[in-house]
């Protein structure tokens, strides 16, 4: 169910997007970027949803897992959103900042150390 949950998200993403692409740089440019980072938190938030139960549910990971990898991976995980939610709360005093938060949290991610590898 909490697969399903993210993947009905992440399927809404275009829409945010278009939304984004649309009215960055207008003065409705800050309602493209808070729909964006709100659609934002809600994938992080079921992503740690999918992870918590992954990670919980027996027979799921390899009994020879890592858990220093998984405990790192948890920990990066649980950035997500508190982080989107601090782009919501910038774009709410300008647009530029909530972007720029989320283009930092991107970087962030793109990080090997970010994954857990």
Not at 10 to 18: I, K, M, N, W
């Amino acid at each position: 169910l909490s697969n399903l949950l993210l993947l009905l998200i992440v399927g809404f993403v275009p829409f945010p997007t278009a939304l984004l692409a649309a009215t960055l740089g207008t003065p409705t440019g800050q309602i493209g970027v808070l729909v964006y980072a709100g659609t934002f938190i809600a994938i992080a938030l079921a992503f740690n949803i999918l992870w918590d139960q992954v990670r919980r549910g027996r027979g799921v990971l390899r009994p020879d897992v890592d858990r220093r990898t998984v405990d790192s991976i948890t920990r990066s995980y649980r950035l997500g959103p508190p982080g989107f939610l601090v782009a919501f709360v910038a774009a709410l005093v300008n647009p530029a900042w909530g972007m720029a938060v989320i283009i930092g949290l991107v970087a962030l991610y793109l990080l090997p150390s970010s994954s857990g590898a």
